[in-house]
T-cell receptor, first 116, second 113 residues
């Protein structure tokens, strides 16, 4: 079975400082990995994904994430955080085996608060 | 592309009433997902469809919940009878099976009083 862990319920960072949101996953085979962001009273918005290839993937709004197979991690990063990055962030995994179907499994979410 | 469209945006109903939530997926997407989001339980997958066929409904809380997808462009999630603990934001999402990520709707905020 596939699973995702986001160990931090909340991350606080000052504007202009680097932002990291942690994610680890567990799958039997190779994973598809995703990050989504949710702003207040909105649905989840796609940020970026890792399917294959370069371990460093770049996404929307200046975010990037690094796939680390040995550590089974897919941490989200932004070099310089903005107040507008304050939101709820979700990591998700899909297992690349037929039995897993088309189902994404989401982590519990990490609330990011960027202070001016 | 109008995205995934959900209606209504907000629903307030009395305990015991029937509630129907609606979703129109993105044209061409062949998978549709219903999620529920609460502070206590986070984001929960209720049910998902591939090509209009329910594939996994193991997340449906109990028999009061039912979901249908009569065609590729429409799905409903029904709660009958509704209870206060059903209060949550319900999201619909769709994707094409070959593509990894989902597109989410804006959600329906359900309040059962």
């Amino acid at each position: 079975a596939q699973s995702v862990a986001q160990p931090e319920d909340q991350v606080n960072v000052a504007e202009g400082n680097p932002l990291t949101v942690k994610c680890t996953y567990s799958v039997s085979g190779n994973p598809y990995l995703f990050w989504y962001v949710q702003y207040p009273n909105r649905g989840l918005q796609f940020l970026l994904k890792y399917i294959t290839g370069d371990n460093l993937v770049k996404g929307s709004y200046g975010f990037e994430a690094e796939f680390n197979k040995s550590q089974t991690s897919f941490h989200l990063k932004k070099p310089s955080a903005l107040v507008s990055d304050s939101a709820l962030y979700f990591c998700a995994v899909r297992e690349l085996i037929k039995a897993a179907g088309n189902k994404l499994t989401f982590g519990g979410g990490t609330r990011v608060l960027v202070k001016p | 592309d109008a995205g995934v469209i959900q209606s209504p945006r907000h629903e307030v109903t009395e305990m015991g009433q029937e509630v129907t939530l609606r979703c129109k997926p993105i044209s061409g997407h062949n998978s549709l997902f219903w999620y529920r989001q609460t502070m206590m339980r986070g984001l929960e997958l209720l049910i998902y469809f591939n090509n209009n066929v329910p594939i996994d409904d193991s997340g449906m809380p109990e028999d009061r919940f039912s979901a249908k997808m009569p065609n590729a462009s429409f799905s409903t999630l029904k709660i009958q009878p509704s209870e206060p603990r059903d209060s949550a934001v319900y999201f619909c999402a769709s994707n094409h099976q070959r593509v990894g990520g989902y597109t989410f709707g804006s959600g329906t905020r359900l309040t059962v009083v």
